[in-house]
């Protein structure tokens, strides 16, 4: 098994879950992929896991801190949290839906822990979403393709 995987399997087990076949396929299909939505993730996963069954994957998933939500205005995408990917922020593109991940910035976590901090806030997590225009866009590449 790969460590992504165990670390699947370790966090169900400690929560009284197992890892069932439509669990490890809704994982993978998130595994190492940009963040999906519902529909995107039905399509991924086949004809091998039924729609009802990855529904209640990923609610289970959210519950227990394997997946989390990127808002985008009332719709969402769905990605791995930081548990089991390299943490990092995103630029959604609010014309196409495109998201884009940043990488973990060493200085803006610094920050983000000190303003919590003057707060008096003890942060456990966070997600930093900026939103506006990618760079197809930006030059009408883009609405065409979203018509």
Not at 19 to 35: C, S
Not at 75 to 104: Q, W
């Amino acid at each position: 098994m790969s460590e992504p995987i165990e670390q699947l399997e370790q966090t169900l087990k400690k929560n009284s879950f197992s890892l069932t076949a439509a669990r490890r396929t809704v994982f993978l299909a998130l595994q190492g992929h940009e963040p999906q939505s519902m529909h995107d993730l039905v399509v991924r996963c086949g004809n091998g896991v039924d729609r009802a069954s990855i529904y209640r994957t990923i609610a289970l998933f959210e519950r227990l801190g394997i997946v989390q939500r990127l808002q985008m205005g009332w719709k969402y995408k769905l990605e791995l949290t930081g548990s089991f990917v390299h943490h990092h922020h995103h630029l959604s593109c609010v014309n196409c839906g495109k998201i884009i991940a940043l990488p973990e910035d060493d200085v803006l976590e610094a920050r983000l822990h000190t303003l919590a901090a003057a707060k008096r806030f003890q942060p456990q997590d966070h997600q930093l979403e900026i939103r506006g225009l990618c760079v197809d866009c930006q030059l009408g590449t883009s609405r065409l393709a979203s018509l």
